[in-house]
Structures are given as structure tokens and as C-alpha cells.
């Protein structure tokens, strides 16, 4: 190191001082460039000991880049268990409106995958109860309704017409229509069959029977037995030529459900690199909304408090005291409010410099220091651990 006229240069870089390192990354950081880039454009310029933890941590702290950067990394997969007998647990949910104004009222037995559906103009609670009551006429009780958030199934009304008949209704987190996952299949089946009517220039009302059918006899890919088959104990005849088979049992269609489910779980933690999120009570969050324009921010603005946490739902609950379900997937945590929050390492005593001030010989700091996000080693297909490249230390990768 060198000294000229009161300022300590290393080769052609500054050693800023403790006082001014602050005011130095706020500087490097008014364009909001990732940690990389600020790294990059400091190093042929300044330095100081912990220069590269404090970069990352002064860009992960700043507010705005956190509401505008990607999303939390999802939860894993947790596949439902389905019920021991049929017509235990039923999921209900609307289709709809369609632009003639109709609604498909979808409902299906969660343990035989078996569907009814209903076309109707007005989704009134009044309505829907008197077709469950239909429904129920013939299949019986069950003892859970599985629903999402719409109003009408939100309505005290519908909860005391659900109650007086022992009926248990759950309501799965909101915005999270993948908690509903059996009956979102369905919809989107049943979508395509209407478009693809409408694009033939056919009644789609009355094509509704046709797949409906079609659906109920055709295997079921999880229990590889089809919907009718499981509630009869036998194949239903259609327009298909086939050969009368001698009804059967299917004592493994629970072991194949779990194994169908187990499969796909593994698929897509590995596909979407799922992870499960560390919220505690009192974590401060926020919360993933829907973009209104290119402008729009991935996070709201405001943080959350985490209130409580069940499974992968998690309530949070505002500065005005109003409360939200979430998935752990729509949240992630907030790296304090204020971008002039204190983000700086402890100062060492200037008589306890790290050891590669002693080296004057060198052109640059040997070590770096690895990011804090640095990956863990992988392991590939041939089995033995990969690690990353020691020149791709400088690099953050998520």
C-alpha cells in the first residue's frame, strides 16, 4: 500500500475508510444493478476489508429491489391422502362465466374421481344447495366439501346449509388453486372439450353429456381404473366395442394413488427446485400480487407480519390489523424496510486489518470471499458430487 497526500491507495484503488464505505455502496447501487454487477464496477476502484459480504448484503437490503425481484422459491409438493371409501370427501368448485353468461357447476369424489356437473345461469347459494341436494339423494351424505373462496361458498348461509346436514366444509388457501389440484384437473379437461365445441360451431350444452361419459369410463391415470368402474365395480358400456369383463376388484388402486402421487411429488421438487420456507411467528413478509401493467412491482410494497403458520399456510396480518392466508410459495421474507438500514460486518480496530493488507505484493485480495448464496454441491446421474468451479465464486446462484 501507498500513501499520497493523506489518501491510502492499494496499486490504483482507494482503501476507503469506515465512515465513508456507506455512502460509497449507495452510490455504486443508484443504478439497482444486481450484487455482480456492483461487485465488478467497486473492485477496479475502491476497496476494504468484507467489501464483498458488504455489497451483497447492502443489495439484498434494499426495499425496492426486493418488491420488483423474482418470487420466493416454491414449497414442495404435498400430495393429498385420499379418503378410505368413496364418497368420504367431495371437491366442488365453478367454472365460468362463459361468455353467454352460464357457469359449470363441477363437483368430484376425491377417493373414486367421479364427476357431476350442472350448467347454470345464476350461481346462487339457493341453487347450488338445491343441486347438491339432488346429488346427495343419490350418492349420500359425505363428510367433507372441499370449496375455494368464491362468495357463495363463503356465505354463513351456505356454511349452516353444510352444517345442518354434518357436512364438514373446508376452504383451501387463497390464491392457491393448486390445494384443490383434483377438480382444477377436471376444469381444465372439461375447458378444452367447450372450446373445442365452440370452435366446431357446436352447442357445447349439449356436448356436456357426451364428455361427461366420456370422462367416467375412461382410466382414471393415477388409479388406472376408470371413475364409473370404481363406483359400480364394473365397466360401463359405450359406443366402444368391448368385451364383457367379469367385474373386479381393485384392492391396489390406494397403493397406486400414492405411488402416482410420490412420483409426481419427486418430479416437481426437482423440476421447480422446491424448497420448504423458514417462516416463524413475527417474521417480517411480503406478499406476491397480481401485475396490473409492466410497472407493476412482484411484491406489495408493505410488509406482513407472519401471525401464524399451518402446513404451508401461512397467516400474515398487516399494519392495520386485517389478516390473509397465503401459501408459503407467495411470500418471502423481508430484508428490513429501510434501504439506509444498518447493513454494514462489525468494524475491526485499525490496528486488526485482515491479513492481506500485510501483502503489498499482490495485485488483488486473495481470497475473495464466496457469496453467501453460494450452491451447494450437486450430484449428477454417475453419482459423484460436483462442486462449482472456484472462478464462479463472485457469481450469486439461486
Known sequence: ????????????????????????LQLAHEGHQGIVKIKLRLREKVLWPGIDKDITTCTEKCHACQLV???AVPEPV?????????????????LGPF????YVVALVDNHLRYPELLVMRNVTISTITDWLDQVFARHGLPLKVTVDNRPQFTSPEFRENMENRGVTLRHVTSYWPQANGEIKTLNRTLLKAIRTSHTERKDWRQKLSTFIMAYRSTPHVVTGLSPAEMLF??????????????????PIV???????????????VKRRRAKVQTFKTGDRVLLRQKKFNKLSTTFEPTPYTVVSKTGNMITIRDNGGKFKKRNASLL?????????????????????????????????????????????????????????????NDYVSR
Open 69 to 71: 425481484g423474482k418470487s
Open 233 to 250: 365395480n364394473s365397466k360401463i358400456r359405450t359406443k366402444l366395442p368391448s368385451q364383457p369383463v367379469t367385474p373386479t376388484a381393485a
Open 332 to 392: 418471502k421474507l423481508s430484508n428490513g424496510n429501510n434501504p439506509n438500514s444498518e447493513w454494514l460486518t462489525d468494524q475491526q480496530d485499525s490496528d486488526s486489518e485482515p491479513d492481506f493488507f500485510d501483502h503489498p505484493d499482490d495485485d488483488l485480495p486473495q481470497p475473495m470471499n464466496p457469496p453467501v448464496n453460494a450452491p451447494e454441491p450437486r450430484r449428477t446421474l454417475s453419482g459423484p458430487n460436483v462442486r462449482v468451479p472456484s472462478y464462479l
Open 254 to 268: 390406494r397403493h397406486r394413488d400414492f405411488t402416482e402421487k410420490e412420483k409426481g411429488k419427486q418430479y416437481a
Open 78 to 94: 404435498n400430495p393429498t391422502t385420499p379418503p378410505d371409501n368413496p364418497w368420504e370427501e367431495l371437491l366442488l368448485d365453478i
Open 99 to 102: 361468455p353467454d353468461g352460464d
Open 1 to 24: 500500500m501507498t500513501v499520497v497526500e493523506s489518501v491510502v491507495l492499494r496499486g490504483t484503488r482507494l482503501v476507503i475508510p469506515a465512515q465513508l464505505r456507506h455512502r460509497v
